[in-house]
């Protein structure tokens, strides 16, 4: 049982480069979510997903887009990468609100 | 944005101390609640999550919860150097599953 699987583990862009951030549970939860953690400012929502089909914006989605592609998989792109997307981006999901968050392994991404 | 506070420390306990790690929110409508414990360089993992007002003990864990305050509240009996990580408050925003983070309190424990 592999949980949540994130890839990739580490990147490096250029500002203006684009990639996409890929994420699949296996536990067969309906919410998924993608937050960034920065130094000092704590582990922000970026976008999340209540189910399969449906997307919404966390409190900071500028700059990103994501994909719900099926109830396993939830994909964040980053269209024209930016420094200030310099961050350590975790995909977590959770099947309701009392059992908590399982969290995928982080990608470390770097924008010069 | 709601917001949920805690002290980012350090904290520093000896081995063997109770270590007491708090947490304050400001959404009233907020109905869960957890803590996660976040080594250095890896990824969030969930300790405790409790939902009722008073105590939910697990092992060397102790969760408090007083909604009338909106303070929660991590106890962790018999300190090991192993429990030294950061520690994340989360708590439902209103009825929703989403989670607002707190910023982490670091734990340090001295051998």
């Known amino acids: 049982n592999a949980g949540v699987t994130q890839t990739p583990k580490f990147q490096v862009l250029k500002t203006g480069q684009s990639m996409t951030l890929q994420c699949a549970q296996d536990m067969n939860h309906n919410s998924m979510y993608w937050y960034r953690q920065d130094p000092g400012m704590g582990l922000r929502l970026i976008y999340y997903?209540?189910?399969?089909?449906?997307?919404d914006k966390g409190e900071v989605p500028n700059g990103y887009n994501v994909s719900r592609l099926n109830k396993r998989e939830f994909s964040l792109r980053l269209e024209s990468a930016a420094p200030s997307q310099t961050s350590v981006y975790f995909c977590?999901?959770?099947?309701?609100?009392?059992?908590?968050?399982?969290f995928g392994s982080g990608t470390r991404l770097t924008v010069v | 944005q709601k917001e949920v506070e805690q002290n980012s420390g350090p904290l520093s306990v000896p081995e063997g101390a109770i270590a007491s790690l708090n947490c304050t929110y400001s959404d009233r409508g907020s109905q869960s609640f957890f803590w996660y414990r976040q080594y250095s360089g890896k990824s969030p993992e969930l300790i405790m999550f409790i939902y009722s007002n008073g105590d939910k003990e697990d092992g060397r864990f102790t969760a408090q919860l007083n909604k009338a305050s909106q303070y929660v509240s991590l106890l962790i009996r018999d300190s090991q150097p192993s429990d030294s990580a950061t520690y994340l408050c989360?708590?439902?925003?209103?009825?929703?599953?989403?989670?607002?983070f707190g910023k982490g309190t670091k734990l340090t424990v001295n051998p």
């Open positions: 977590a999901s959770t099947l309701t609100q009392n059992y908590g968050y399982t």
């Open positions: 989360a708590v439902t925003q209103g009825g929703s599953e989403k989670l607002v």
């Open positions: 997903s209540a189910s399969e089909g449906t997307t």
